[in-house]
């Protein structure tokens, strides 16, 4: 068929996958699904300069402001950032967002992706707003935690609509805009940060900026689509069909849009619910995999960076407007390194990129800890080149985040769900990543006035950890459609396979013995047997 795919459906089963063009609406649906990733990646780059602004430190924290002062003249570089209090600020984000994630999963379920997504943008822009206007401390807290419950919602939300959305051959690409868009967000905030530094009323302006990406998600989602998955899970098998006529460019949408219904009705006769059902044993490669990667994406310290470079490089005896500087050198680097990973994510696969990075991020770190640890002065000065070579080094690690442990992480994970623990899937893969991100956000900082120079070898360790896991237990998703993920890559792999081997006969005679489940199993055998024979056909005329 021209322009079209041979590609496996559930169970198996062969289709022939128009593989349609990119049209302009779903470039508008990439680009909404990827405003969620701009409204994280703000938060993210925003919270560490806003907390080392003395304004905001005087009229909020008048102690730590005071703190802060006598710390700087502290004589061990690695302890004078070590406030409770700036790190709870600067991670309790990650706190409100669970209870976030969580909403999310169940506005998804019962109103759909494009609804949970413009929720998710409210909060936001609440929180955003009270931030800006404070006046005192409460009005800053509750502000704080709107914008958690936001970014929870967002994020729980983004790469799911965007795995969805994406044609099979290109759902790599789509996904990882979403990091794509954290890494824009990250730099917008740091430019902000850096320009009002200076100003009594900068932080107002850094934190009140927050409203522009949550704006442009709320008008994105009034003028992009719902996804053909979340309109057929809620039986809107019309809308779904000329929705994917849409998002495809093409009539010939029939084979996806059966393997969708299909993956639904055979959901709603086995589910026991969306949540219960993601801790049912038969799911537990995926609930494996949902636990690790979203840990591991933390666990590769990237956030010790992101959050505190500033802090870390004034610790290394550079000026903290410096520091704000080379924490925007960081940030460009992770936006154009980020970019090899969408532009290569679909030839060269996800697996390819976890282990690469694993390898590079872990030297990186052990480079990190050679020149912190030889170059230093016992006051906390480097040397013009050894600054530079540690900055070299950090963008080194920076680049094996942003094309390996950082989209593929995110992109794995809205991958393996299934169509109905796709939304508790994914919420419960965020709450795991803002755990850990929370962990690392407050512990970091007591963390390095501890282990000082040999911080980043915790890291490096995991990272170690993690390599391996990738190489035995991490399927390649590389161009199989959603709705196959399961019974294609997870049955047949060569571990979960075999471990899971009884589980999956039972789960197949209970499936045979409902009426339900039995005759889409019977339906995808026939069609499975026809799409051999045809294939066979197509090889004789090709020979
Ligand atoms: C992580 C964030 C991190 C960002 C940096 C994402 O993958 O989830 O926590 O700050 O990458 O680009």
């Not at 991958?415 to 929370?438: D, K, W």
């Not at 390599?467 to 459609?481: C, N, R």
Request: hydrophobic letters at 50%.
């Amino acid at each position: 068929m021209a322009g079209g795919a041979i590609v496996s459906g559930p169970g198996g089963r062969t289709h022939e996958y128009a593989k349609g063009r990119i049209t302009p609406f779903v470039v508008l649906a990439c680009f909404v699904g990827a405003c969620t990733g701009l409204v994280f990646g703000y938060d993210i780059g925003i919270a560490g300069g806003v907390v080392a602004m003395p304004e905001f430190q005087k009229l909020f924290f008048p102690r730590v402001y005071e703190a802060t002062m006598a710390k700087h003249e502290s004589h061990d570089p690695f302890c004078k950032y070590d406030d409770p209090m700036i790190s709870l600020f600067v991670s309790v984000l990650f706190l409100a967002g669970i209870p976030g994630a969580f909403l999310g999963s169940l506005t998804n379920n019962r109103y759909g992706r494009r609804p949970t997504m413009i929720i998710g943008g409210a909060f936001f822009f609440v929180g955003s707003v009270l931030m800006a206007a404070a006046t005192h401390v409460a009005m800053l807290v509750v502000g704080r935690i709107s914008l958690g419950v936001g970014v929870g919602i967002c994020v729980q939300c983004g790469p799911l609509f965007l795995s969805e959305l994406a044609p099979a051959h290109l759902r790599g690409m789509f996904n990882t805009q979403f990091q794509l868009f954290i890494t824009f967000g990250i730099v917008f905030a740091q430019v902000v940060n850096y320009s009002v530094q200076h100003s009594p009323i900068g932080w107002r302006l850094s934190l009140g900026l927050a409203g522009v990406p949550a704006l442009m998600l709320m008008a994105g989602c009034f003028l992009g689509p719902e996804t053909p998955n979340s309109l057929v899970e809620r039986e809107r098998n019309d809308e779904a069909r000329s929705t994917l006529v849409k998002i495809r460019g093409t009539e010939a949408v029939d084979p996806e849009l059966e393997d969708i219904i299909e993956a639904a009705r055979f959901a709603r006769a086995t589910s026991k619910g969306s949540w219960a059902s993601l801790f049912e044993r038969r799911y537990l490669p995926q609930l494996i995999l949902t636990i690790a990667l979203p840990m591991f994406n933390q666990l590769d310290g990237i956030n010790s960076i992101m959050f505190y470079a500033p802090q870390l490089f004034d610790a290394m005896g550079q000026g903290a407007s410096q520091a704000l500087l080379t924490h925007l050198i960081i940030g460009a680097v992770n936006v154009v390194t980020t970019l090899v990973a969408v532009l290569t994510v679909d030839r060269l696969g996800r697996k390819f990129w976890l282990l690469q990075a694993s390898a590079q991020m872990m030297a990186a770190q052990i480079a990190m800890t050679a020149v912190i640890a030889t170059q230093m002065t016992p006051t906390g000065g480097l040397s013009p080149s050894a600054t530079i070579g540690l900055l070299v080094v950090v963008c080194v690690f920076i680049a094996g985040h942003a094309w390996g442990w950082g989209p593929m992480a995110w992109l794995v994970v809205s991958e393996v769900q299934p169509l109905h623990l796709r939304a508790s899937g994914t919420a419960f893969g965020t709450i795991v990543n803002f755990l850990m991100s929370f962990v690392v956000g407050q512990f970091f900082l007591t963390l390095m006035c501890q282990c000082k120079a040999y911080v980043f070898l915790f890291f490096a360790g995991w990272l170690l950890i993690m390599g391996v896991f990738t190489w035995l237990f991490v399927p390649e998703t590389k161009g199989v459609p959603i709705e196959a993920i399961e019974d294609e890559l997870i049955k047949k792999h060569w571990f979960w396979g075999k471990v899971m081997a009884s589980v999956y006969r039972a789960a197949d005679e209970a499936d045979a013995r409902n009426p339900i489940t039995s005759d889409l199993m019977a339906a995808r055998k026939d069609a499975a047997a026809l799409a051999n024979v045809k294939l066979e056909q197509d090889d004789r005329k090709g020979s």
